[in-house]
């Protein structure tokens, strides 16, 4: 009597098994391709020249302080910042001595990768144009530029400049012409209520 009780539970189980096992198989279709589609397990970090409030900048006076700040970089990590003249580096390159009037500056990430804003530049600043490099102190190799676990300044991950430190007669020259325009705004609005007075 147990025996074919329990014979007849199976073969009531038996479509109940069939249509749970198949809606597992549909489920993991379906989810195969959002799982093909993660994001890069090691996505690579990126540096961003800055003010000392975290926004981005590119250009800088003479007379300002260079800050800088890095995301998506290796979590709870000692890094060596670097500030180089203008170039290209490839995944492999010697990372150059620092620009003349910078010094290398140690940052130690937080667990989300992030570190700074940090000043990496006192004024005076030395016009030109330079790249930022984050060299890491645990990973790859040091001294020398590793795409997967450094990070440059993104600008220059494109072939352009990291910052900018404008050239003192230019900022000079922007001034001067902004007096001049600001004068001949003056006298236009001068001689305007003159003409209306007349
Ligand atoms: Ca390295
Ligand atoms: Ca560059």
Redesign the pocket.
């Known amino acids: 009597m147990i025996a074919l009780l329990g014979r007849q539970l199976r073969k009531d189980l038996i479509p109940q098994i069939l249509i749970t096992t198949l809606v597992i198989l549909l489920a993991s279709i379906s989810l195969m391709p959002i799982a093909s589609a993660e994001p890069d397990p090691s996505p690579k970090g990126m540096l961003f020249s800055s003010d000392p409030a975290g926004n981005k900048k590119e250009v800088f006076l003479p007379s300002e302080d260079v800050y800088v700040y890095g995301v998506g970089l290796v979590k709870n990590t000692q890094y060596k910042i670097t500030v180089i003249d203008?170039?290209?580096m490839m995944s492999g390159d010697i990372i150059p001595s620092p620009a003349s009037g910078t010094t290398i500056t140690d940052v130690t990430t937080d667990g989300n990768g992030y570190f700074g804003p940090i000043v990496i530049w006192s004024n005076p600043l030395t016009p030109g144009y330079y790249?930022i490099i984050a060299d890491c102190q645990t990973e790859g190799n040091i001294g020398y530029f590793d795409r997967e676990t450094d990070a440059e300044d993104t600008i220059?991950a494109s072939?352009?400049?990291?910052f900018f430190v404008i050239p003192e007669y230019t900022a000079g020259t922007i001034l001067a012409l902004a007096v001049c325009f600001a004068s001949f705004g003056v006298y236009k609005s001068t001689k305007h209520i003159i003409h209306k007075k007349l």
């Open positions: 203008d170039t290209t790249d220059e072939g352009k400049y990291g």
